[in-house]
Each structure stands twice: as structure tokens, then as C-alpha cells.
């Protein structure tokens, strides 16, 4: 598939691949911590040595909020962490924990997935002036 975009001109993609995955079987791990960790580094090197194409990798730990975490990043982050267990506890799976305006909820994985969610334009014209 990453061949033929590049074929049809187009020349990026994203490929997203969750540190737990399992390749051939066996989840990779850091040889020194045991943790998981990696498995987008040694994705990358297999896609550009298949295709031919050049690859980049990027971890979303490090790019996803930009900086230090805040008090608030913290503080969401945990209530996310106790709204995913009390989901588990409940037997409640399929579902996503979510933020709606100021409260934490769930919804099926389903529909976090379905359609295609935009942008606001009006947001994106005011982004577009910073990054643009």
C-alpha cells in the first residue's frame, strides 16, 4: 500500500503502531528495562528496508503535548487512568474514555471511530496564521 501511494505521487504517510503490539509473536522490549518500547523503530527500519522508501520515525510521548506536562495534563491524565479502570472493573469493554467540555465520560470504541471528525475552519484559520 505505501508503494502504490508513493506511485500515485503521493509522497508521505502515517503509519501508527501501538508500543504493545506483538511482531511474529512477541512484544518488543527495551533489552535493559524490560519495558515495553521500540516497536515503531524497528517498524520503520523493516518498511524502508521492503519498500525501499525513506522512513522517519516519531514517538507521540514526546511531540503529542509539546513540553513538560502542567498541573492539568496531570490531573487529566489520572482521571482518564480512573475512568479506564472503573470501565474495566464494570466489565464495560469496547468503550473509550473521553472528554466532553469539562467532564470525563466513555463512548464505544465504535463511535469514537466512525466518520471522519474536522476541524472547526474558523479554529484552523487561526492556527493557520502560527503555522502556516
Known amino acids: 500500500m ?6 500515485r505521487g503521493i509522497n508521505f ?3 501508527v503502531v501501538a508500543e504493545g503490539t506483538k511482531l511474529e509473536g512477541e512484544a518488543i522490549a527495551d533489552e ?11 517498524l520503520g527500519k523493516i518498511i524502508e528496508e521492503k519498500t525501499g522508501l525513506e522512513t522517519r520515525v516519531s514517538s507521540l510521548d514526546y511531540i503529542q503535548r509539546g513540553g ?5 495534563d496531570r490531573t ?4 482518564f487512568g480512573v475512568r479506564a479502570f472503573e470501565l474495566i472493573k464494570n466489565k464495560k469493554y469496547g468503550r ?14 465504535a463511535q469514537a471511530a466512525e466518520g471522519i471528525k474536522t476541524v472547526n475552519l474558523s479554529i484552523y ?6 503555522f502556516g
Open 68 to 72: 513538560a506536562p502542567a498541573a492539568y
Open 32 to 42: 535493559k528495562t524490560g519495558r515495553l518500547g521500540g516497536i515503531g523503530k524497528l
Open 2 to 7: 505505501l508503494k502504490r501511494r508513493n506511485e
Open 76 to 79: 487529566l491524565a489520572t482521571a
Open 13 to 15: 504517510s502515517i503509519v
Open 96 to 109: 473509550m474514555v473521553s472528554l466532553h467540555g469539562k467532564r470525563i465520560t466513555d463512548v464505544p470504541l
Open 125 to 130: 484559520r487561526v492556527a493557520e496564521k502560527f
